[in-house]
């Protein structure tokens, strides 16, 4: 059974669905990480035949002073402080490797803009950036940006690039779903991404709404698609596959397809789903 590793004194106060007011929400900023990764320790995860990418890791402790949270040292999610970004969960590995069987299996163009939303490690974003897309990453902590995805980005970049290749044209986004669409309209990217990738978000209802709405400000209407990937259930939580299909249908806008299930004993059942526009 899969539960989340929730610090006790905190397990009361997650397990309560209540909607939070826009002026409680971390406002969302653009950040310029420039971290060297030199805490990091690398592991390679392959993910096809021909495909293999680096993976940082960072410790409890350095994650925990980082983010002046000493909760993080026993729990994978503090309620508005953090929310996991530091720790790769499963679904990051099974949405990076449908991507590089289905989607990004051959070299794309520069013109394709993709957002990772919650982005963590940013393992689907970087299949995204080696196949030649355009890549911004968000996740809610900077810090998790500055010590892990800026980092890891860059490793797997370094690791793939020609002699002559430019760093790739990132940007990064700190702060809520729900703040992040204003943030990108007074940047002229609203509505631009014509891929949005997604792992482990949907773990809670208020949050999956936000994540929601979210996705809508910024995906493109001209045949985007949204690529969510998450656990059927999640335990303690109230979110999952099921709840976030419903919330889908019940607001009319959007459409999904369950494109991949995954049961394979690490955890409860995982499914892909592709969001279009109706």
């Not at 957002?115 to 911004?136: Q, R």
Request: glycine letters at 10%; one cysteine or more; proline letters at 4%.
């Amino acid at each position: 059974m899969f539960k989340f590793n929730f610090n006790p004194e905190n397990t009361n106060d997650t397990k309560e669905d209540s909607p939070q007011a826009a002026a409680d929400l971390l406002p969302s900023k653009e950040i310029f990480p420039n971290g060297t990764g030199s805490e990091l320790t690398w592991d390679g995860i392959e993910l096809s035949d021909t495909v293999v990418v680096l993976k940082g890791r960072v410790s409890d402790t350095d994650a925990s002073k980082a983010l002046q949270q000493e909760g993080v040292l026993h729990s994978d999610l503090i309620p508005g402080k953090y929310e996991g970004g530091f720790k790769l969960w499963e679904g990051g590995i099974d949405l990076a490797r449908y991507l590089v069987d289905t989607v990004f299996f051959k070299p794309c163009s520069a013109s394709l803009r993709v957002l990772e939303l919650g982005c963590g490690h940013g393992i689907p974003g970087i299949v995204a950036m080696l196949a030649g897309a355009t890549v911004d990453f968000q996740d809610y902590n900077e810090q998790v940006l500055e010590m892990l995805t800026y980092p890891s980005v860059m490793a797997n970049w370094q690791a793939n690039r020609s002699k002559q290749s430019p760093p790739p044209p990132v940007k990064y986004f700190s702060g809520d779903w729900g703040t992040l669409g204003a943030l990108l309209k007074e940047i002229n990217l609203v509505g631009i991404y014509d891929i949005i990738v997604t792992t482990e978000t949907i773990y809670t209802l208020d949050g999956m709404n936000r994540l929601f709405q979210c996705i809508k400000q910024c995906l493109s209407k001209s045949n985007g698609v949204c690529y969510v990937a998450a656990k059927s259930f999640y335990f303690g939580v109230g979110g999952g596959i099921a709840a976030f299909v419903e919330m889908v249908a019940k607001d009319g806008e959007m459409k999904c397809e369950v494109v991949s299930t995954i049961e394979d004993g690490l955890s409860t059942k995982r499914e892909i789903l592709a969001l279009r526009w109706v």
